[in-house]
């Protein structure tokens, strides 16, 4: 099994529209949690950090639920430029090793 | 500017040669990774280093080798022993022992054996 996973799309999603997507870490201890994003062929930019309580940054929402041991990631009101590849990161307890998921792909069409 | 520089964008390599790939960051993080990704995959990690002088091999660590002399530097070697080196080679730089640190990347290094 691997440590971290993703649904690798691709979720076609018309533009205005919501999407959501979950990714699933398997190390119970993992303490810090992250979803990238990356345009092709390029390298990955943090998108936002994920709390315990949930956070919010405009149009997008991420959740942490530590009992299940996933993470998602809610874009609402979708823009044509959030087609892109969403990467979830999770990292151990002992430090700071990051783990990627194989990414989610989001293609927002008109 | 601080950031993390990779060089070069782009590497042709011919079997059976070794070649080195350049990372370099002024952010004074401690920690420094290299990933690799295939088309259409997540990255999966090579290499990492928390302090100069010392690294930790990855999930993939086989054909490659790395080296951190400097806190500013972490090059990685891909060797003749790696059998499909082709990929695109990112490096990050975060700091070390801290929740929540984000991860930032150089521009990554396409490798290709002609």
């Known amino acids: 099994r691997k440590e971290v996973e993703q649904d690798p799309g691709p979720f076609n999603v018309p533009e205005g529209a919501t999407v959501a997507f979950n990714c699933t870490y398997s190390n119970s201890a993992s303490q810090s949690f992250f979803w990238y994003r990356q345009d092709c062929r390029k390298e990955p930019k943090l998108l936002m950090s994920?709390?315990?309580s949930g956070n919010e940054d405009g149009r997008f929402t991420a959740q942490l639920n530590r009992a299940s041991q996933y993470i998602s990631l809610l874009i609402r009101d979708s823009k044509l430029s959030d087609s892109a590849t969403y990467l979830c990161?999770?990292?151990?307890?002992?430090?700071?090793?990051?783990?990627f998921g194989g990414g989610t792909r989001v293609l927002v069409k008109p | 500017d601080g950031g993390i520089t990779q060089s070069p964008k782009y590497l042709f390599r011919k079997e059976g040669q070794n070649v080195t790939l350049s990372c370099e960051q002024n952010?004074?993080?401690?920690?420094m990774y290299w990933y690799r990704q295939d088309p259409g995959q997540g990255l999966r990690l090579i290499y990492y280093s928390q302090i100069v002088n010392d690294f930790q091999k990855g999930d993939i660590a086989e054909g490659y080798s790395v080296s951190r002399e400097k806190k500013e530097s972490f090059p990685l070697t891909v060797t003749s022993a790696q059998k499909n080196p082709t990929a695109f080679y990112l490096c990050a730089s975060s700091i070390w022992g801290s929740l929540n640190t984000e991860a930032f990347f150089g521009q990554g290094t396409r490798l290709t054996v002609v």
């Open positions: 952010l004074n993080h401690d920690a």
């Open positions: 994920v709390y315990s």
């Open positions: 990161v999770v990292s151990e307890a002992a430090g700071n090793k990051l783990t």
